[in-house]
């Protein structure tokens, strides 16, 4: 059974930062790629960032490329969302999910694993 759990999320002035958390159960954390992703009210979920089974490759969304970095610690089973220069835009509540393989993948609908959620609230 795979569990994904994220915190770090909260509420905070536009132009600051966040990081995000999201521990993984399991033993096998290494071995799968991870990815990030958010859903504002009334949107759609969208990938904010991916990142490779080792770490060695990571994919951005747009809107926040040069804003927010995504690592991992397999050591420890977890991942990170350094979110910084943060934008009302933002808002939203994040995800963290697991890919079905090692490989980066940028299809939503390939993440078959999803934490509960963190809520990230950007104020202006």
């Known amino acids: 059974q795979v569990q994904l759990v994220e915190s770090g999320g909260g509420l905070v002035q536009a132009g600051g930062s966040l990081r995000l958390s999201c521990a993984a159960s399991g033993r096998t954390f290494s071995s799968y790629a991870m990815g990030w992703f958010r859903q504002a009210p009334g949107k759609e979920r969208a990938m904010v960032a991916a990142i490779t089974a080792t770490g060695s490759l990571t994919s951005y969304g747009e809107s926040v490329k040069d804003r927010f970095i995504i690592s991992r610690d397999n050591a420890k089973n977890s991942m990170y969302l350094q979110m910084n220069n943060l934008k009302p835009e933002d808002t939203a509540v994040y995800y963290c999910?697991?890919?079905?393989?090692?490989?980066?993948?940028?299809?939503?609908?390939?993440?078959?694993?999803w934490g509960q959620g963190t809520q990230v609230t950007v104020s202006s």
């Open positions: 999910a697991r890919a079905p393989s090692w490989f980066l993948t940028t299809s939503l609908s390939e993440y078959k694993y």
